[in-house]
Every structure is written in C-alpha cells, then in structure tokens.
Nanobody, 127 residues
Framework: QVQLVESGGGMVQAGNSLRLSCAAS????????MGWFRQAPGKEREFVAA????????DYADSVKGRFTISRDNTKNTVYLQMNSLKPEDTAVYYC????????????????????WGQGTQVTVSS
C-alpha cells in the first residue's frame, strides 16, 4: 500500500512554469513505476508522463513533449513534473499514480494498470 500526495499546483500565465511534486508514503516508492495524468473540465482523464522504477525510462504524451519533464528522487520518495512553456490548454487537475510493476525498466502509460492514485492538484494557465 502506498499513499500519494500531489503539490505544486496553482495559477500561472501562459509561458510560465510550474513544478509539481508527488510525495509517496507507505511502501517505498521505488517499488513503483510512476505516472502523471490530467483531467480538464468536461474531458476524460489523460496520460501526461510516466517514469520507470529506476528512473531510466520515461514517456510523454505528444502534447507535452519538449515542454514537460518527469523525474524522480527515490531517496525522497518523490516524483516531479516540471512544466515549462505552459499553455491554457494545460489547465487541468493533475494526478500522480503508482504502478507496482516488477520490472524496473517498464514505463506504464495506461491508466487501468495503475494501482494507486493521489487526490490531484489544480493547474490553471491563463492567456
């Protein structure tokens, strides 16, 4: 069992940056592949970025490639999402999630594979 708590959301103008954090407690977070997802008003939740247990592999949605960076610090049980060049269409509630995969190299992009979810943090980007 692991508990996930997101932080770092807020309201920014387009072109600015935010860094989201996801702190894990309970079973050590390095046992999990991690991902970030988001849900905009009136839309389904979608994949944003994911990172393997080891941190050696990452994957991104096309809409955020080149602007967002996912990373993890297993010594701090924390996963980060650095978001640069933010756009109004990035406005959403951002969720982190944990997938208890065995293979430390696997990156998980499908929501249904994730075992644990945080409560989410709101990101609002104004034009």
């Amino acid at each position: 069992q692991v508990q996930l708590v997101e932080s770092g959301g807020g309201m920014v103008q387009a072109g600015n940056s935010l860094r989201l954090s996801c702190a894990a407690s309970g079973r050590t977070s390095h046992s999990y592949a991690m991902g970030w997802f988001r849900q905009a008003p009136g839309k389904e939740r979608e994949f944003v970025a994911a990172i393997s247990r080891s941190g050696g592999s990452t994957d991104y949605a096309d809409s955020v490639k080149g602007r967002f960076t996912i990373s993890r610090d297993n010594t701090k049980n924390t996963v980060y999402l650095q978001m640069n060049s933010l756009k109004p269409e990035d406005t959403a509630v951002y969720y982190c999630a944990a997938d208890s995969v065995i293979d430390h190299r696997i990156v998980t992009i499908h929501q249904f594979l994730y075992d644990y979810w945080g409560q989410g943090t709101q990101v609002t980007v104004s034009s």
